[in-house]
């Protein structure tokens, strides 16, 4: 459209030109023939002096057509008559007028007289023996010129217009029947090959037939795939020690709990919506729980039931608060709760994160309990409960996932009102010991809501007997020591360790990483400026259970212990912000960029320190980046339940290299053996792991993410999820 515009516009300033030229021609040859006929009747009367008789004239023939007037001068250029249309000052036509004396000839041109365009002609007057002695002009309004002009760039505009209009008219039908339908068509028959569903019928043109052949047999292909993938999860559902998939744990599901449907609750949501400028956009939280429930309901879930948090949630859900997700792949529906402020602060921020977070990790940080968090609290998992039980109203049987400590209460309210409900309890978090937990005001309440629940998971054994140990002191109930069951008004519930883990890829570890991996990695060290030659990663929330300032310390001991790598050494601190709204919260922040600042000047070198601190949220593409130009990790919990950032540093190692530096406090700890276990209290020991790390060579790198690398291939989420859900069948 832009070159028929450029071309139209070309030919319409040649035809402009071409116009102009040609009524400007014409009026020149008109105007002198009508000075010569003009000239005939007043040559005789300026010679006989006849001054009235010459203004007669000059007034009569003026304002006729398209003449404005006449004057007549005399040898010296003096106005002898003038039309009184004509001002008697018109200085520019005296040029026109001289140079027509002057030559003997008749002489014109274009002036502006009282800023209209006009054409002056004149002609010499002449005596008995042809001498000149005076002159003639003639004064023409040439505006028609220009509003001929004016004319031709108006229509030829019109016509340009006219023309671009239909031809975006007809592309846009061609765009939208001939290619834009024929490709929702192949992209939609993609998404279903890929989605598992039966492929529609692809109707195109005839022109996209080799596409559509191409693309039948890759639906083809893709099919068989997934057969191939159902017979052999079919196959080796009895044997759990085969590697677990997402296929196979679909299979698991068909096959064992036939069509009980699964839902999961969680206070964080998988996918938050949020408004950046006009538009609404989604991201993936930072938390474990969501790392690792996500991909089982991906796999085989129904609902997810959880507070909407984003300042867009709002926006995207239909009337029953639910939206289909993932959104680039929907496969399951997220029922979002709302919560007001005020119990957002008191439930959330309050009680959950002020008091049983603190309580519930030894990390010397005093709980702080308030009647009115525990008020909101209660409230809260009320309003939740009534969510799940709108949810499982016709369902039969139905199984709850219920996801740590924010929901405490909720198994016992939705077991009173559903008891052929079966309800899993998962407590993302440790447990600690009885006398620890007994200083919680309402310890008697949130057992009994918890023991409403048919299974309680904690990530290692220890937290079980914690668990057990608590409820024998602060309730009557019957404890089966040898099955690990807590039985309370004629209810059981199983307590059992059921340490988490990751989506792990099962295919074969690459020995090196790709051309693609190689560039993104260049690209993150060049955006963070990082130029040295050994490079540490640390991945975390911006919580002081985490152990990041215990780190800082150990990083400034070991350079202090080893200079030699002082100015070739950074470490990447990635701290997204968590739950900035809570004090101790926002003054850990303040304490750890301080700290790392002070670490900074002390070392400083080539304008940069040894520490890059990132508060901000990375995605999981970004996080695997930095896990991969890392020639080590630091996980430095003082007090975890599991900690996925080890084992997805793991997962991101498929080159085989690079060291783990795990905290001993961590659940992960009792499963990573290779890694190097530190008290993350100890700055010198963990200083020296790093030493380790950083000159560990290859083959025994290789040795160990090869034996860690098992651990977590052969206990990947969908094994635990398998194992969850066949515990919770068996229960049932």
């Known amino acids: 459209m832009a070159i028929i515009s450029l071309v139209a516009i070309s030919f319409t300033i040649d035809q402009a030109n071409r116009e102009q030229e040609r009524l400007s021609t014409d009026l020149q040859y008109r105007s002198s023939l009508l000075a010569e006929t003009l000239r005939e009747t007043i040559e005789p009367s300026y010679l006989n002096q006849s001054t009235e008789y010459l203004q007669f004239v000059v007034e009569k023939f003026a304002n006729r057509q398209r003449l404005v007037g006449l004057s007549v001068y005399d040898h010296a250029g003096n106005i002898v008559a003038i039309s009184s249309t004509l001002s008697p000052d018109i200085s520019t036509s005296h040029i026109v007028v001289t140079e027509a004396m002057d030559a003997n000839a008749p002489s014109g041109d274009f002036v502006t007289i009282n800023d209209l365009k006009m054409h002056v002609t004149a002609i010499p007057l002449h005596d008995e023996n042809q001498a000149v002695v005076g002159a003639l002009a003639l004064v023409q309004n040439t505006e028609y010129i220009d509003t001929r002009i004016g004319e031709v760039w108006r229509n030829n505009l019109i016509r340009v217009f006219t023309q671009v209009s239909l031809l975006s008219l007809a592309l846009i039908l061609l765009i ?16 279903d090959a890929r989605s598992g569903k039966s492929t529609t019928t692809i109707s195109t043109p005839s022109f996209f037939t080799p596409l559509v052949g191409e693309i039948s047999n890759l639906n083809r292909s893709l099919i068989e795939a997934r057969l191939a993938a159902s017979e052999e999860a079919r196959v080796n559902l009895d044997q759990l020690d085969s590697p677990w998939t997402a296929q196979r744990l679909q299979e698991f599901v068909k096959d064992g709990l036939k069509d009980r449907k699964i839902v999961v609750v969680s206070n964080r949501e998988p996918y938050v919506h949020t408004r950046v400028g006009s538009n609404v956009t989604y991201h993936f939280p930072a938390s474990g729980m969501v790392t690792a429930i996500e991909p089982i309901m991906q796999a085989c879930g129904d609902t997810w039931i959880a507070h909407g948090s984003g300042d867009a949630d709002k926006l995207v859900v239909n009337a029953q608060n639910k939206i289909r997700v993932p959104p680039d792949e929907p496969k399951y529906d997220l029922r ?21 977070w603190p309580l519930l990790h030894a990390a010397y940080n005093r ?30 049987k139905p199984i709850i996932l219920i996801q740590d400590f924010h929901f405490a209460l909720l198994p016992r309210l939705i077991k009173n009102s559903r008891g052929d409900a079966t309800i899993g309890l998962f407590w993302h978090i440790p447990w600690v010991s009885a006398e620890t937990f007994s200083i919680c005001p309402w310890k008697k309440a949130i057992l009994d809501g918890m023991l409403g629940a048919d299974l309680l998971g904690f990530h290692t054994q220890q937290h079980c007997n914690n668990f057990i140990e608590t409820t024998s002191r602060e309730l009557e109930s019957l404890i089966d020591f040898e099955r690990f069951t807590v ?17 792990f890829s099962n295919g074969k570890d690459k020995t090196a990483f790709t051309e693609e991996e190689n560039i993104a990695q260049k690209q993150m060290l060049e955006k963070l400026g990082v130029r040295t030659r050994y490079i540490g990663v640390g991945i975390d929330r911006l919580d002081y259970t ?4 215990e780190r800082l310390k150990a990083i400034e001991i070991f350079l202090h212990s080893y200079p030699l790598y002082q100015g070739d050494f950074t470490f990447i601190q990635v701290a997204a912000p968590s739950r900035t709204k809570i004090r101790k919260y926002q003054q850990f922040a303040q304490e750890v960029e301080k700290e790392v600042n002070r670490i900074n000047a002390q070392f400083k070198s080539k304008n940069s320190g040894p520490i890059v601190l990132i508060r901000e949220q990375y995605n999981h593409q970004q996080v695997n980046t930095l896990y991969r130009l890392a020639h080590f990790c630091l996980v430095t919990s003082l007090h975890d339940g599991m900690n996925l950032v080890a084992k997805e540093y793991i997962a991101a190692r498929h080159d085989q290299k ?8 961590t659940g992960a700890s009792r499963e990573l053996k290779e890694a190097l276990i530190v008290n993350p209290y100890n700055g010198e020991q963990t200083a020296e792991a790093i030493h380790i790390a950083l000159g560990m060579k290859q083959s025994e790198q290789i040795r160990r993410m090869k034996k860690l690398r098992e651990v977590v291939r052969n206990h990947n989420v969908y094994r635990w999820s398998a194992e969850l859900l066949q515990i919770l069948s068996d229960v049932s």
């Open 367 to 396: 709980p702080i309990f308030r009647k009115e968090d525990w008020e909101q609290y209660q409230k809260v998992n009320t309003k939740f409960a009534d969510a799940v039980l709108s949810e499982i109203r016709h369902l039969r």
């Open 336 to 356: 979002r709760v709302w919560l007001t402020e005020k119990e957002e602060l008191g439930y959330y921020y309050g009680f959950a994160n002020e008091g049983m």
């Open 176 to 191: 939208r029947w001939v290619f834009y339908e024929p490709m929702r068509s192949l992209v939609t028959a993609l998404r």
């Open 546 to 549: 985490k152990g990041i300032l």
């Open 658 to 665: 690079g060291v783990l530096i795990l905290s001993e406090f």
């Open 487 to 503: 039985t309370r008004d004629n209810h059981t519930s199983l307590v059992k360790a059921l340490p988490i883990s990751i989506p």
